[in-house]
């Protein structure tokens, strides 16, 4: 579990995390409290970083110990409260051999949760938005899983932030790892994350279209490209048609064609750029 100044809830979540694991590990991210020294007394594996990394380098922390001790299973929850212990059965019970991640949801039937309207709202937004793909998450920022062996260590991840959350089920799907969800209850109070939920929005959609981008550019820059070129041929044929009718040189018209020709094969060029690049990565991994 990764912990930020949690010494008020790490007690209470290690001590009941540990009547259903083997070994509780946690990831101090650089805390100025005691969270890790009391995770430590309790019994827990704790990995200290210097400084506050972020919780995406908290959670790559703990899975490269994972795949150090070989672990066959990690399930990983917040250590602030908001994840009830109690519940990492139902979790295991759902990993089986088709399924290589499991996603506690506070959304699916059976789930609640105690966070404000306005919060699930954004959730839900979130969800909306990264849910493009084959593989559809109704609580794509829970960070109540479990994982396999096999997702721990086919699972690439670079993303520092809360935007790992995404990260995760947007690589697992491209390497057609299955995911399924269970429901789970998520309780909110004084002492529960205050991380804001507006910077986590923007954090998430900003690092999702950068994956986008970077893994279907021709659709990302090109499309985008080719129309702004369209727009373009059709300010210059507006400017000689008008240029011709009333020898008037619409400079503004002209402006506008000579604008968004410019951005349409920079973008373009990108995109080809970005296509090739991606094309010799995937090729290279697969030799």
């Not at 670079?158 to 990260?167: L, Q, Y």
Request: hydrophobic residues 45%; proline residues 3%; charged residues 20%.
């Amino acid at each position: 579990m990764p912990a930020y100044d949690e010494e008020a809830n790490i007690a209470k979540v290690v001590l009941r995390a540990q009547k259903h694991v083997d070994q509780v590990i946690v990831c101090d991210d650089g805390s100025s409290d005691c969270t890790a020294d009391i995770a430590e007394a309790l019994g827990a594996f704790v990995i200290r970083h210097e400084k506050n990394e972020g919780y995406g380098a908290s959670l790559m922390s703990l899975f490269k110990e994972a795949i150090k001790i070989n672990a066959d299973v990690v399930v990983t929850l917040d250590s602030d409260g908001q994840h009830d212990p109690k519940e990492i059965p139902m979790l295991l019970e759902k990993l089986n051999g088709d399924v290589d991640i499991v996603v506690g949801s506070r959304f699916v039937k059976g789930g609640s949760s105690e966070a404000s309207g306005w919060r699930n709202w954004g959730i839900r937004f979130i969800n909306k938005f990264i849910n493009n793909g084959p593989m559809l998450i109704s609580d794509s920022q829970s960070g109540f899983r479990a994982y396999n062996k096999r997702a721990l260590t086919e699972l690439v991840l670079s993303e520092s932030g809360m935007a790992i959350s995404t990260e995760i089920l947007l690589k697992a799907g491209r390497l057609g790892l299955h995911t399924a969800e269970t429901p789970i209850h998520v309780e909110y109070n004084s002492d529960s994350s205050t991380y804001n939920p507006i910077l986590h929005g923007v954090d998430v959609v900003l690092n999702t279209l950068k994956h986008i981008s970077l893994h279907h550019p021709l659709t990302f820059y090109g499309l985008p490209g080719l129309l702004s070129v369209l727009a373009s041929l059709f300010f210059w044929v507006w400017l000689i048609e008008e240029y011709s009718r009333s020898k008037a040189l619409l400079t503004n018209v002209a402006l506008l064609g000579m604008g968004s020709m410019l951005v349409g094969l920079m973008l373009i060029t990108t995109a080809v750029i970005l296509w090739v690049m991606t094309s010799l990565i995937r090729e290279n991994k697969a030799n």
